[in-house]
């Protein structure tokens, strides 16, 4: 018997968890619903294989969704094996494709020093030859055709492959011209995008027999998380590379494929046993990470989608404290009330990065942060990417084009920053000049300088900034990257450009770019640091300890919590408008799904805030609550309303479902104003109708969290009049009278 199997690692594990773990040899799929553990089989599976020496670690491709998924699971499966992974190819899909295609790039006309771009300079990029090619592109956007080539890329479409059909509505026609302009265009920058990798990738494949039997010797186990929201490029790529072997194991849930929108296809998961007949598949039903209401939330949320496979989250954990439904009056209070309960909770022992706030839209965390910066609770937002900053894009602008000097897109993004008089009559002259001759940027520079077009100042400042150039190339090879980038940054004024600025702002930018260098250091050279980049671009950022995290719903994918926080549970946010109008059931179906996502983030306190006003395009607007607040057992729900009834603005009155449930006329205002097609709204202005059958301070619920100066925390479970029936959490039944008791909300 392998060591691992007597690793605590593996003992602690289920009976079908374990399975999964020893079964290392064929298909394997597990499909099992959230905080089943998963990712956690796949891990421990890792280390199995390593340990087994079954195969060297080298010949092992696992694939996590994200980059910081992936970072968290070899840290995982180095504490489990005890030494460092790093020959174990882990990563994202776009991560492995990129490495993949740096060992072949000759083969798809790239060089290996290839660049990554960016969404943005992919869509300006798009800009130029759309501009140039005459069409209109205030009607057909730039960025809605960088959408539709990604869409087609998702689809392993090349221009060739993408037919008249697919494009018929799109530039009139035109769609499949720029397509393939915008590829010949990033092949002579040697750049690609982020589809390409996954595209070229499968065209060496195809093309190249050879190449792939090498493959097919180097990898022979597969690990996959998250498989339901592969698209079908990632399905092909996988199929490809599995075929020799088949030793593939996928883990996945369809209840949580969230990325329908960019592609993915829940189908993959579910014909996994057509594409492997020899498949096996496990599945996981205990719930180890939430409570019992969290998990009846999620479960009835989920019971209304019909296209599902139809699974229920079991738990042997308690059933915890209730949900909390808060309803506001706008988002400013949302806000305010959400950071008072963080504060709450952190002076009763919760850390802040044990927290989160999950919103559906990304604008949607703008007040969280004027809120949290305002009262001082540290936070980071996921997804606002420190890489995205002007000052670090400016940065790696100019090392890109010190990697590659072909580079034009960082060229022409960097040439007069600073102000250096090289104005848009010079940059329209070199880009003239560079696509009459089919050059670049900087080739283009440097002939127009041998020539006498510019006028003699503007060619003495570019003289020298050509030269520059050339020479902090040849410095590359000499001093550290490091020393290279303060260098660049000093030389080239843009240091002091900053320091002129005076300002507070421009401060921050000086620290930043000290930042950006100490990230650089934790690579070899500035080619590894700078595709590192192109890639955290892609989406997604770690949050620092000692944090409350801001993201969307879509990032939170595969993360845990103590305390989960979903704000905005209205309609037309959430579930939001736009994917009902473009996909109706399905993308309807899609947002519930993204809900259940939500809910499972928690372990132990789920927080979930409707606001009665909104504002939209700068006018204020009543919102209907989300059509997931009717879904959620209310059982498990309390509710709070805000209201005026103690002369106190925000105070809150709080309705209990365990009893009130059953008086459905009298039900609570979002059930209420549903049920009348009253829009919330109008229920504030009388906050206090019928609120009194229902919000009664003297009452003490069934269920109710309260606690005993002596006896501690309990559970009410009967009472009469002033005495009560306490099920205390350490102290056990008691019988108490109620003045001696105080609520916990
Ligand atoms: P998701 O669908 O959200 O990605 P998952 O199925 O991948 O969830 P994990 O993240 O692997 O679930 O596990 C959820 C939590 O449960 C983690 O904290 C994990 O450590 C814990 N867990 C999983 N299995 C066990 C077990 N057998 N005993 C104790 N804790 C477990
Ligand atoms: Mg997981």
New binding site residues.
Partial sequence: MNQFLNNKAFL???EN?KLAVKTLNGPLLVL????????????ARLANLIYSRITNPWNILAVTFTNKAAREMKFRLENLIGQPANSVFLGTFHSIAAKILRENAELVGLNSNYTIITPDDQVRLLKQIMVDANIDIKKFTPKSMSNLIASWKDRAYRPKDVSISNNINFANGKGIDIYKMYQQRLITLNSVDFGDLLLFNLTIFRDHPDILERYYTKLSYFLV??YQDTNTIQYMWLKILASKTENICC???DD?SIYGWRGAEVGNILRFEKDYPSAKVIK?E????STGRILEAANSIILNNKERLGKNLKTSSDLGEKIALFSVWDGMEEAKKTSNEIENLYSNGFRYDQMAVLVRAGHQTRYFEERFIEIGIPYKVIGAKFYERQEIRDALAYLRVVQQPNDDLALERIINVPKRGLGASTINMIHTHAKKNKISYFLASQELLMTDELRPNVKKVLQNLINQFLNWNRQNKDISHTDLALKILDESGYIAYWQNENSIEGEGRLENLKELVNAMSGFENLAGFLEHISLVMDGDNEAEAGEVSLMTLHAA????FEVVFLPGWEEGIFPSQRSIDETGLAGLEEERRLAY?GI??A?KRLFVTFAANRQVHGLWQGSIPSRFISELPKNHLIEYIEGNLGGDAFSYNQIDFGVSHDKGAYGPGFFRAKQTGIKAIDLYKKPTVGHSDLVNNNNFNNGQRVFHQKFGMGHVISSDGDKLNINFDKAGEKKVVSSFIKIIE
């Fill in positions: 602690e594990l289920n968890q099992s619903g959230a905080g089943t553990g998963k990712t956690r089989v796949l891990t998380d998250e883990v996945g849930d949580q996981l205990e719930n180890y990470r994918k595969g993360l845990e996502v499972t983030r372990k």
